[in-house]
């Protein structure tokens, strides 16, 4: 038998390579990991979640300051805002948890970490800071990085992507953002709430593609509201650099011509896999224009290299690929089959409101050809909500025509951990009437969750069939009281 260097290799220290990484090495298997950056944690903590998050934040502060008189506060004059300030606490939010995915964690866990660029020599080894290494296993995890279409004059523009945003030194007086996806959604409204006059355009009929209509233009409607402008429905036909602004030119919706400029140009087109360089045309794993091909169990046509992560092309997002992560353990460690399933995948756009998702929305249910009846229920009627003055927004329940759930969507304060109890309900077969009846507590924003399960009873407990059923039983003598006309 080959005699190898590590029992398993890891290109990528990001969430999918730092979960297999860890497991591995746990597990006691020889474990080496791969990183071409300085440091450990990949795109979610250095350029993606943790700084957009961090920056959704300190703009939601400065919001509320800026309209401290609607929570019956003195109006307050808000002296504007240094960016150097926002990028040092998002340095610092990053520090906290790098040490989390640092080197030395990774060795105490027993995994070998090295810095450099890799390339594959052969199926089992690579090319790395001048040695050759080997591992039996190999598993692929670089992540993805912000796609750059071939838009007329871009190469000849200055611009920026989630590698840049975070980190400016000022805050723009103006920008445009190309993209109304999760990230130019979330970060339109972040700049604009700093105090940034924010421009969105965007091929689609609607921003956040893949979410139901009605969420999609509330979410719109809100950033609208704060001062963000979206050019939806509009072509980009050129972009030029007028030296002290970006100029983009697009065809509206109207089929008019429009000429917008800003000191600075977001590029938020969507993300192209991590592949060049690593030599895989060589040892004949496969990929295209969205990642590398994988099947269920992670695994790429050359069965001992595995895949996880953005770099496959499927859903992009940090708990997607740590639980990838958790599939290629499986199968490679343990040598357990196990298969990857995507039906209760939870997501999130971190908008204010926030737009969550679990299972099936309308769009997909109608896509697919399945039938559903769809139960609701608005923040407004959440006491909490009320009190916190966040009560836009709703959560939609999907049920299938045998009235098992299919799908949850929430729009509203805390949209994201509201989920979390879809996520123990679907994944763990909890009967809806489970959930009607457990008593949570009041008043929580978790009551939707609740009240919406509830609904779906109500309509059956209290209808006119019962009252007639209770009546004849026990001679109930009906309404004490009708509203006048
Ligand atoms: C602005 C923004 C906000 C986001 N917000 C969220 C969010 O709120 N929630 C969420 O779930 N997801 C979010 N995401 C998505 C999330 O960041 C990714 O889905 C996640 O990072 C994917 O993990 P990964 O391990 O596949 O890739 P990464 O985390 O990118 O890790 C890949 C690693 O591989 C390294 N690498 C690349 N090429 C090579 C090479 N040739 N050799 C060696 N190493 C290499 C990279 O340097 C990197 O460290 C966001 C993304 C962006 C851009």
């Known amino acids: 038998m080959a005699d190898f260097d590590y029992d398993i290799g890891i290109i990528g220290g990001g969430a999918a390579g730092l979960t297999v990484a860890a497991g591995a090495s746990r597990l006691g298997a020889k474990t080496l990991l791969v990183e071409k950056e300085k440091e450990l944690g ?29 929570y019956g506060l003195p109006a307050m004059q808000v ?17 906290v ?16 970490v090295e810095f450099g660029n890799p390339e594959f020599s052969d199926e089992h080894s690579i090319r790395l800071n001048g040695s050759t290494v080997s591992a039996k296993t190999w598993v692929i995890a670089t992540g993805s990085s912000a796609a750059v279409p071939p838009i007329n004059g871009l190469d000849r523009t200055p611009f920026i ?8 030194d000022r805050l723009p007086a103006s920008m445009i953002i190309l993209g109304a996806g999760p990230i130019g959604a979330e970060m339109s409204q972040a700049f604009a709430r700093l105090g940034t006059q924010v421009t969105v355009v965007d091929l689609g009929q609607q921003i956040l593609p893949k979410e139901d209509r009605d969420f999609a233009d509330a979410v719109q409607k809100t950033l609208e509201a704060e001062g963000v402008r979206f050019h939806l429905n509009s072509t980009i036909e050129e972009v030029s650099d007028l030296g002290h602004a970006r100029e983009v030119r697009i065809h509206t919706a109207e089929r008019t ?29 496969e990929f295209d224009r969205r990642g590398v091909k994988v099947d269920a169990r992670q695994r790429t046509r050359r069965k001992h290299i595995f895949a996880a992560g953005d770099v496959t092309g499927g859903f992009q997002f940090t708990h997607a690929a740590g639980y990838q992560g958790g ?29 969550a998702s679990i299972g099936m929305n309308e769009k997909a249910a109608k896509a697919a050809g399945i039938g559903y009846d769809l139960w609701t229920e608005d923040f407004h009627g959440n006491d909490r909500s009320l009190a916190e003055g966040e009560d836009t927004g709703k959560i939609k329940m999907l049920l299938d025509k045998k009235e098992k759930p299919i799908g949850v ?24 009437a489970t959930l009607a009846a457990a008593i949570h507590p009041y008043p929580t924003l978790g009551e939707i969750n609740k009240r919406v399960a509830g609904n779906f009873f109500s309509e059956k407990i209290f209808s006119d ?12 003598k009906g309404r004490a009281c009708t509203l006048a006309e």
């Open 327 to 355: 599939i290629v353990v499986s199968n490679a460690v343990f040598h357990l089959p196990r298969r990857a399933s995507y039906t209760w995948l939870p997501w999130c756009t971190y908008t204010d409101p926030p737009l």
């Open 257 to 285: 011509e429009v000429r917008l400029t800003a000191e600075t140009l977001l590029v938020a087109l969507g993300r192209k896999a991590n592949v060049e360089g690593l030599g895989l045309d060589r040892i004949g794993v």
């Open 409 to 432: 969507q929430i729009l509203g304060p805390q949209a994201g951990d509201l989920l979390a109890e879809w996520v123990a309900v679907l994944n763990g077969k909890v009967k809806l």
């Open 161 to 168: 992507t989630n590698r840049e945003i975070f980190y400016l």
């Open 465 to 476: 069939r019962v009252r007639k059923g209770l009546k004849f039983i026990f001679q109930f």
């Open 79 to 95: 002296p504007p805002v240094d960016f150097n300030q926002i990028s040092a606490r998002i340095r610092s939010v990053i520090g």
């Open 42 to 70: 990949g795109d979610c903590l250095h350029f993606g979640c943790v700084p957009s998050k961090t920056l959704i934040k300190s703009a939601k502060v400065y919001h509320l300051l800026k309209h401290a008189d609607r």
């Open 97 to 112: 948890i790098q040490k989390h995915d640092s080197e030395e964690r990774f060795c105490g866990l027993g995994a070998k």
